[in-house]
Each structure stands twice: as C-alpha cells, then as structure tokens.
Nanobody, 120 residues
Framework: VQLQASGGGLVQAGGSLRISCAAV????????MGWYRQPPGKGRGLVAM???????DYADSVRGRFAISRDHAKNTVYLEMNTLKPEDTAVYYC???????????????WGQGTLVTVSS
C-alpha cells in the first residue's frame, strides 16, 4: 500500500492549483486523510485534513483559500488551492490513516511529496 501524489507544479501568485493523492494497493479502509507541507528550510506542518465523515480542519494560513475533499470510492484526497501566495511554496505531502486488507491495525502512511512553487 502506498500513497501516490500528483498535480504539483509552478503557478503565479493569485493562481490556482489542485493536487491529489490516492491510496493504492490492498486497502481495506481509510480513515483520516490530510495534506502537510514543508517550505524550503522549514519544518513540516498541517495544511488540511478530512475525516471519514467529511469533517475538515485547516491551518489558519490557508483557511478560506484552500479546500480539501475526498472520493471514498477511489481512496483519493484532493486539495484545491486558490489565491496562491509565494509563501505557499513547499513540498506538499499527503497522509492517510488506513488499514490494509488482512490487517488488524491502523497505520499512518505518508506519500512521496509533490512540489508546489508559487512565483511572485
């Protein structure tokens, strides 16, 4: 089981971008999914998360600009990023709390990261 992220790239300030992340492999169930980011030279922090029931939470810096959503059938989480700012430049990592087929425990799994660069 792995998380495959896609959709990063270069965008001008004020623009929009959507990134996605799919849990692929032998997945039994997915609980919370989320996005974290790591700006150059800084630590990793939460951007947004979405629970299985659809409730969401956002970092203050992105609330009102970013929207997280998920497709249960595809085990995929999306992050729609609008009104992007240069300070949004970071590697974005997806995270999922899931159970593999045949497993009795929940695991926290990270994707490989996708780079989002916002030019001024």
């Amino acid at each position: 089981v792995q998380l495959q992220a896609s959709g990063g790239g270069l965008v001008q300030a004020g623009g929009s971008l959507r990134i996605s992340c799919a849990a692929v492999g032998s997945v039994l169930a997915v609980n919370t999914m989320g996005w974290y980011r790591q700006p150059p030279g800084k630590g990793r922090g939460l951007v947004a998360m979405i629970n299985h029931d659809g409730t969401t939470d956002y970092a203050d810096s992105v609330r009102g600009r970013f929207a997280i959503s998920r497709d249960h059938a595809k085990n995929t989480v999306y992050l729609e990023m609008n009104t992007l700012k240069p300070e949004d430049t970071a590697v974005y990592y997806c995270n999922a709390n899931l159970r593999r087929n045949g497993a009795s425990v929940w695991e926290n799994i990270w994707g490989q990261g996708t780079l989002v660069t916002v030019s001024s």
